[in-house]
């Protein structure tokens, strides 16, 4: 039998039951009482929207399930892949890409769906452009525009927009967007992660300005990622993608954060409570006899009890959700298999680091791609520092950086930190940089600073936020997939050019040309300089 036909078999749910289904598992519902007096009428006409920006992962599967309980509590469901918005998401996927991520995403949406026994006949699918550009949706907007404040566009946007210093128009336009959608897509109900709770709540107290209904808003949990915080495309290590190969799923499932008897912020509980269970009513835990032998839990809440009492081992919870998580992407993995989705996928998401190198000896050949990846930073920890032997004005410093042995720093800190500041202090490190010696001292390594413009000058080593380990990577906002260079070429000046845009922003971040410094827990900062260059 295939998943959805036992479905169809069974008699259809009523009101109560109905609305079991469409909230189960969900954190948060706006209108419980209007959703409720709908579902005794009718059925309910709901859309989930999907900016097109970076690739789907895994924790796509969370919406997917939520859609197969909207459909067999019998609603009328719209998929919108907004195109648009992704524009407009400060320009998170670029005008000559649009139409090739829009391509994937459909591809890839309707990949997960089939992999979970979701019949997409059943389902409408729409484009934002197919209707955002039209005479009266334009001409929406402008009379949303004369109503809505500043304040209230960059607050409504402030969980799901890419927040900026100086904040383009487009951001604060994408809340109103969002908001117009449930009037002209005819919907009862506007579905979403609990991210999306100020757009939410912005459309409903906009939408009657306009003599548009105020629509119900249903609000999944944010599933935490494999290292614990938010799963995100942008965060290499936190996410499984699709079309990873089961070797990858194997090694990333390893890393994930999954303490012994710790069921918070748990990534792989997270995903078993909100897509396996949901999917199949049931998961079973592998194991070998000798510990017991598997096991199958019909209740979510049995499993986590047991796996907080440490009955379940997290090596046996992850090898099982391994062996589950296969199974939903091989027929996705098979599916873009085929060269026209794999041309698909290698245009609509290029690999900025292959870049082609410029030949040798040719005068007039392309530059070369000068992108922040392809510098190694690294948090660092500081183990030792002494004066420099022959150099009054220099540290030599011993700093962990996740390697076996600590690397040898000269800095040239001495008059603006004291020593005891930098000992087991956390640093960020540059390094790879071609080792260099500074009197007669080898360093392996640059330790990155602010400094102010005036005099008497100050300087700063940057922060990267609190809890970070030693060799965590810091990365530019937008440039998280490349691979750093193995060793910086003193004569490209690779970064000579990028460290001209490096400066600290008026709330004190570290950025490169107004995109963040960031690790896995978040942006990397200094203490009071702002404005300042960082060196």
């Given at each position: ?15 109560q039951?109905?609305?079991?289904l469409?909230?189960?598992n ?6 419980e ?5 709908i579902?005794?009428e ?6 989930w929207?999907?900016?097109t920006?970076?690739?789907p992962?895994?924790?796509y ?9 909207f ?41 997960m ?5 979701v019949p ?7 484009r ?8 009266e ?7 949303l525009?004369?109503v ?17 210093e ?16 449930e009037e ?6 506007q579905f979403g992660?609990?991210d999306?709770?100020k757009i ?10 306009l003599?548009?209904?105020k629509?119900v808003?249903l ?6 990622g ?6 995100s ?9 699709l079309?990873?190969?089961k ?11 999954c303490?012994p008897g ?22 079973v ?25 440490q009955?379940?081992?997290?090596g ?10 296969n ?10 298999n ?6 698909l996928?290698?245009a ?6 292959k ?10 050949s392309?530059p ?8 190694d ?17 220099l540290?030599?410093?011993k ?5 076996p ?22 640093v ?30 100050q300087?700063e080593?940057?922060?990267?936020p ?5 060799g965590?990577r ?20 690779v ?7 490096f ?16 690790t ?6 200094c ?7 960082i060196s």
């Open positions: 039998m295939q998943p959805g036909e036992a479905d169809a078999m069974d008699p259809a749910p009523g009101p039951e109905k609305y079991h469409i909230t189960r969900l954190q948060e519902v706006l209108g009482d209007k959703l409720m007096a579902l005794k009718r059925e309910l006409k709901i859309y929207g999907t900016a920006t970076g690739k992962h895994v924790a599967f969370v919406p997917m399930s939520k859609i197969a309980d459909l067999k509590a019998g609603c009328e469901v719209t998929i919108l892949f907004a195109d648009l918005h992704a524009y407009l998401d400060n320009m998170k996927a670029p005008w000559e890409l649009l139409e090739l991520r829009t391509r994937y995403y459909e591809n890839v949406i309707k990949a769906l089939e992999s979970i026994g997409l006949e059943k389902l409408k699918f729409i934002g452009t197919d209707y955002q550009l039209s005479k949706y334009t001409l929406d907007v402008y009379r525009s004369s809505v404040t500043q304040h209230d566009a960059k607050k409504a946007g402030a969980e799901v927009v890419k927040q900026v100086h904040p383009l128009l487009s951001g604060l336009l994408y809340p109103g967007l969002q908001a117009l959608d002209y897509l005819k919907v009862d109900a992660g609990v999306q709770r939410f709540t912005f459309a409903e107290k906009y939408l009657p300005s003599g548009y209904a629509r808003h609000m999944n949990p944010m599933v935490p494999l290292t614990g915080s938010k799963m495309s942008s965060e290499e290590d936190s996410k499984i993608d079309l990873d190969r070797e990858d799923v194997k090694k990333k499932l390893k890393k994930a954060f303490e710790n069921v918070e912020n748990n990534g792989v509980l997270s995903f078993i409570k909100h897509v396996l269970f949901p999917l199949k009513s049931e998961f835990v592998l194991r070998e006899e000798k510990w017991g032998g598997n096991k199958t839990y019909t209740a979510y809440e049995a499993l986590e009890k047991d796996f907080a009492e009955v379940v081992h997290p046996d919870l992850k090898n099982s959700v391994e062996v589950a998580l199974k939903l992407l091989d027929p996705i993995r098979e599916k873009f085929s060269p026209e989705l794999k041309k996928t290698n609509a998401y290029p690999n900025p680091s870049a082609k190198p410029a030949e040798k000896g040719t005068k007039n392309e070369e791609n000068v992108v922040p990846s392809r510098l930073i690294r948090v660092g920890k500081v183990i030792s520092v002494e004066k420099h032997p022959d150099a009054d004005s540290y030599v410093e700093i962990d950086v996740g390697e042995e600590p690397r040898t720093v000269v800095s040239g800190l001495v008059q603006f930190v004291p020593k005891e500041q930098l000992q087991d202090r956390l960020v490190l540059l390094c790879n940089l071609k080792p260099q010696k500074m009197r007669g001292v080898e360093s392996q390594g640059m330790v990155l600073c602010a400094s102010s413009m005036g005099e008497p000058r300087v080593p940057l922060d990267p609190a809890g970070c380990c030693a965590e810091v990365y530019v906002e937008g440039y998280e997939g490349g691979e750093p260079d193995d060793e910086l070429k003193p004569k490209k000046k970064f000579e050019k990028l460290q001209a845009d400066r600290v922003s008026e709330d004190c971040v570290a950025q490169w040309k107004q995109r963040n410094f960031l896995k827990l978040g942006r990397v900062s203490k009071s300089l702002k404005g300042g260059s």
